[in-house]
């Protein structure tokens, strides 16, 4: 996101607004710098334009929105008729905006500065264009959306539309209170209805699809008005949403939510700076959760994966989120886990890359997924996740002493075994392996931007990939579920198979994959076997799955501490030194939080116990420049040539992996 949109995030719902609390609909695209502005439910924007004007003109922003308790959803800012320095302003401004599920809800106040009486015109220019998340992101795609219809009609206050799309569309006399828009494709229907108390004197067409509501306000001698403003979100064949009756409302909601989030929650008190980065990641993990369903239909709770591109389940960011946090929020393990489960493969689906067993990738929503004009309702372009499901399966078992989960999902857990011996690749080529996928992502490990996966010079691995990383999850999976066949399912002879198999990956991998030369594991094998080249941050992750034997782990944590890796906020993705190196890349030189977080659990495993505290350290001191908070990735740059972290400008401002990632520390380094 740019820095000049500040967002509000609950659930399934977030709103991105400017500086002076207005959305205009102009945000860019994923490529273009700005992330969207608008309020968005389920993939959607069900806001495209909410901007004031004050006496027919744009006001002057005093006091910019404040996000400061963007935990709790609010935003407050402070406006004023534009003057100059010989007229002070007649009236002041205070808009204070939040989101709860499905709605975003604005209170906005004029106060007058004048010691008589003072008249204000208001007008807010609101419109809906209900653009599907996708069509905004620079994918170089275009979508056709034949027989498509926007409409809009004035709602009364009885809450029933009329009247027709004329230039004026009511007055306060005939009891009306907003305007609802309206969208329709086929069997595909979504609207969003804004409301005022007091409703607007008319509704004024603009010329295009957006509409004016308009007021003229009556203020006493240093008097104030106020007008509540709100607009509900109804996506396709969802519930509507219960829409609170002011911000101050939504707050309350919000800390409610929050405070039973944290509850139990123990934080260090030897680290300030540790402690106020994982209460600031449980805060925003509180309002990053989204709904989900689980195998009997009933309603879980997931960690969403990031604002503003992903506020939705990908199985692989809610896993790791579930991971990090399973030591002090153990319920999001107990949710993602089932939730998973219900949305495992039974079947092969070629366009979404499913298979039997494995564990999906990504759902969504919106209208493209749902006419399969994107590949993502629910798709499976993931090798790793369906490891990583049995990785968290079996620490939570472990964690709880909770058997009951490990017995429920039993099936669920063994097909995901099969999935990794058969169409995973484990048997027939003994490591899990991925195909480009034309229509979705060229890489499916947890890199998975094109050409993320290469040789150091830059090239990209051809052929069918095995990634480094996702062997040593499935190693670690291997493991987990044969513990959990051995002392809960009491199947000593699956137990057994497993234990060996394991075994047999382990071996296989420290000769296939170890660069002598190098002295560091390859990044991964092509399709012919050859070994990708590039010095990558992947082979910390084999640290925390316990692929490596000693000798070797601590060799490869030391390595991955010199400055050609470790920038001082955190180690880069590649190696800096390398043709492939790039600072700015998303996957190829950049600083990801989590994927630190897993690297400092790693060195700890391995009692590199100072080397995992320099990355703790590192981590830490950049959230500090953030008020507690770690982005999703940040710039390559050197700490030595850069004082703060240089962000990376397409990142997602909340995230869950990074939110969590503060608490994985904390399990790494334990507080010291």
Same mark, same amino acid.
Not at 148 to 177: F, K, M, N, T
Not at 437 to 454: F, H, R, T, V, Y
């Given at each position: 996101?740019?820095?000049?949109?500040?967002?509000?995030? =609950?659930?399934? /719902?977030?709103?991105?607004?400017?500086?002076?609390?207005?959305?205009?609909?102009?945000?860019?695209?994923?490529?273009?710098?700005?992330?969207?502005?608008?309020?968005?439910?389920?993939?959607?924007?069900?806001?495209?334009?909410?901007?004031?004007?004050?006496?027919?003109?744009?006001?002057?922003?005093?006091?910019?929105?404040?996000?400061?308790?963007?935990?709790?959803?609010?935003?407050?800012?402070?406006?004023?008729?534009?003057?100059?320095?010989?007229?002070? $302003?007649?009236?002041?401004?205070?808009?204070?905006?939040?989101?709860?599920?499905?709605?975003?809800?604005?209170?906005?106040?004029?106060?007058?500065?004048?010691?008589?009486?003072?008249?204000?015109?208001?007008?807010?220019?609101?419109?809906?264009?209900?653009?599907?998340?996708?069509?905004? =992101?620079?994918?170089?795609?275009?979508?056709?959306?034949?027989?498509?219809?926007?409409?809009?009609?004035?709602?009364?206050?009885?809450?029933?539309?009329?009247?027709?799309?004329?230039?004026?569309?009511?007055? =306060?006399?005939?009891?009306?209170?907003?305007?609802?828009?309206?969208?329709?494709?086929?069997?595909?229907?979504?609207?969003?209805?804004?409301?005022?108390?007091?409703?607007?004197?008319?509704?004024?067409?603009?010329?295009?699809?957006?509409?004016?509501?308009?007021?003229?306000?009556?203020?006493?001698?240093?008097?104030?008005?106020?007008?509540?403003?709100?607009?509900?979100?109804?996506?396709?064949?969802?519930?509507?949403?219960?829409?609170?009756?002011?911000?101050?409302?939504?707050?309350?909601?919000?800390?409610?939510?929050?405070?039973?989030?944290?509850?139990?929650?123990?934080?260090?008190?030897?680290?300030?700076?540790?402690?106020?980065?994982?209460?600031?990641?449980?805060?925003?993990?509180?309002?990053?959760?989204?709904?989900?369903?689980?195998?009997?239909?009933?309603?879980?709770?997931?960690?969403?994966?990031?604002?503003?591109?992903?506020?939705?389940?990908?199985?692989?960011?809610?896993?790791? /989120?579930?991971?990090?946090?399973?030591?002090?929020?153990?319920?999001?393990?107990?949710?993602?886990?089932?939730?998973?489960?219900?949305?495992?493969?039974?079947?092969?689906?070629?366009?979404?890359?499913?298979?039997?067993?494995?564990?999906?990738?990504?759902?969504?929503?919106?209208?493209?997924?749902?006419?399969?004009?994107?590949?993502?309702?629910?798709?499976?372009?993931?090798?790793?996740?369906?490891?990583? *499901?049995?990785?968290?399966?079996?620490?939570? /078992?472990?964690? /709880?002493?909770?058997?009951?989960?490990?017995?429920?999902?039993?099936?669920?857990?063994?097909?995901?075994?099969?999935?990794?011996?058969?169409?995973?690749?484990?048997?027939?080529?003994?490591?899990?392996?991925? =195909?480009?996928?034309?229509?979705?992502?060229?890489?499916?490990?947890?890199?998975?931007?094109?050409?993320?996966?290469?040789?150091?010079?830059?090239?990209?691995?051809?052929?069918?990939?095995?990634?480094?990383?996702?062997?040593?999850?499935?190693?670690?999976?291997?493991?987990?579920?044969?513990?959990?066949?051995?002392?809960?399912?009491?199947?000593?002879?699956?137990?057994?198979?497993?234990?060996?198999?394991?075994?047999?990956?382990?071996?296989? *991998?420290?000769?296939? *994959?170890?660069? $002598?030369?190098?002295?560091?594991?390859?990044?991964?094998?092509?399709?012919?076997?050859?070994?990708?080249?590039?010095?990558?941050?992947?082979?910390?992750?084999?640290?925390?799955?316990?692929?490596?034997?000693?000798?070797?782990?601590?060799?490869?944590?030391?390595?991955?501490?010199?400055?050609?890796?470790?920038?001082?906020?955190?180690?880069?993705?590649?190696?800096?030194?390398?043709?492939?190196?790039?600072?700015?890349?998303?996957?190829?030189?950049?600083?990801?939080?989590?994927?630190?977080?897993?690297?400092?659990?790693?060195?700890?495993?391995?009692?590199?116990?100072?080397?995992?505290?320099?990355?703790?350290?590192?981590?830490?001191?950049?959230?500090?420049?953030?008020?507690?908070?770690?982005?999703?990735?940040?710039?390559?740059?050197?700490?030595?040539?850069?004082?703060?972290?240089?962000?990376?400008?397409?990142?997602?401002?909340?995230?869950?992996?990074?939110?969590?990632?503060?608490?994985?520390?904390?399990?790494?380094?334990?507080?010291?």
């Amino acid at each position: 996101m740019s820095d000049r949109h500040r967002l509000l995030v =609950r659930g399934r /719902t977030f709103a991105a607004v400017g500086a002076g609390g207005d959305i205009s609909g102009v945000g860019g695209v994923r490529g273009g710098g700005a992330g969207p502005d608008g309020l968005f439910v389920r993939d959607a924007r069900h806001l495209s334009r909410w901007q004031l004007t004050v006496d027919g003109a744009v006001p002057e922003v005093l006091a910019p929105v404040d996000t400061s308790e963007a935990g709790a959803g609010a935003a407050r800012c402070v406006l004023v008729p534009r003057g100059g320095r010989q007229e002070p $302003p007649a009236y002041t401004v205070l808009r204070e905006q939040a989101v709860s599920d499905g709605a975003f809800v604005e209170a906005l106040r004029v106060v007058s500065n004048r010691p008589v009486p003072t008249r204000v015109h208001i007008a807010l220019t609101v419109d809906a264009d209900f653009t599907d998340q996708f069509e905004l =992101r620079a994918d170089h795609r275009t979508y056709a959306k034949q027989g498509a219809v926007r409409s809009r009609r004035p709602i009364h206050e009885e809450g029933e539309g009329g009247g027709g799309d004329e230039g004026r569309e009511g007055r =306060r006399g005939a009891g009306l209170a907003g305007v609802e828009f309206r969208y329709r494709r086929g069997e595909w229907r979504a609207r969003t209805a804004v409301t005022a108390d007091p409703g607007p004197d008319a509704v004024e067409e603009t010329g295009g699809g957006a509409r004016r509501l308009v007021w003229t306000l009556e203020l006493e001698p240093h008097g104030s008005t106020e007008v509540a403003l709100s607009a509900a979100a109804y996506p396709h064949e969802a519930a509507g949403p219960r829409v609170p009756g002011s911000p101050a409302e939504a707050v309350r909601q919000q800390a409610a939510c929050q405070a039973d989030f944290v509850s139990g929650v123990t934080l260090p008190t030897r680290w300030p700076a540790l402690a106020d980065a994982c209460a600031r990641g449980l805060a925003d993990l509180a309002v990053l959760q989204v709904p989900a369903p689980g195998p009997d239909g009933e309603e879980l709770r997931v960690p969403g994966a990031g604002v503003p591109w992903f506020l939705t389940l990908l199985g692989r960011d809610a896993l790791l /989120t579930s991971l990090f946090t399973l030591p002090y929020v153990p319920r999001l393990a107990a949710a993602t886990l089932p939730a998973l489960a219900a949305t495992q493969a039974a079947e092969a689906v070629a366009g979404a890359v499913a298979q039997p067993g494995k564990i999906v990738h990504e759902v969504r929503q919106g209208e493209l997924a749902h006419f399969g004009q994107v590949p993502f309702g629910r798709y499976y372009g993931s090798v790793d996740a369906t490891p990583l *499901f049995l990785v968290l399966l079996g620490a939570y /078992t472990e964690h /709880t002493g909770d058997r009951a989960l490990a017995r429920r999902l039993e099936p669920a857990a063994r097909a995901a075994v099969g999935w990794m011996l058969d169409h995973g690749g484990l048997t027939s080529r003994g490591y899990l392996v991925y =195909r480009a996928d034309e229509g979705g992502l060229a890489n499916q490990n947890w890199k998975d931007s094109p050409g993320a996966i290469c040789s150091a010079d830059g090239t990209r691995a051809s052929g069918p990939v095995m990634a480094a990383g996702a062997q040593g999850y499935a190693y670690d999976a291997l493991c987990r579920t044969a513990w959990l066949a051995r002392t809960v399912w009491d199947d000593t002879v699956y137990a057994d198979l497993l234990a060996q198999t394991a075994g047999d990956l382990r071996d296989r *991998f420290q000769r296939d *994959f170890w660069m $002598p030369g190098q002295g560091f594991p390859a990044l991964a094998l092509d399709g012919e076997g050859r070994q990708v080249d590039a010095l990558a941050s992947d082979a910390g992750h084999l640290l925390w799955s316990g692929l490596l034997d000693k000798e070797y782990g601590e060799t490869v944590g030391r390595r991955l501490l010199e400055p050609d890796f470790f920038s001082g906020w955190g180690v880069r993705t590649v190696a800096a030194g390398q043709p492939a190196f790039h600072p700015l890349s998303y996957h190829r030189g950049s600083v990801w939080p989590h994927d630190n977080a897993l690297i400092a659990l790693g060195l700890a495993r391995y009692g590199l116990h100072d080397e995992a505290r320099t990355v703790a350290r590192a981590l830490i001191c950049a959230a500090g420049t953030a008020d507690g908070r770690l982005p999703e990735v940040l710039a390559g740059y050197d700490k030595g040539a850069y004082p703060v972290p240089v962000p990376y400008p397409h990142a997602c401002v909340l995230e869950s992996r990074s939110a969590a990632a503060p608490l994985a520390l904390l399990t790494a380094v334990g507080g010291a």
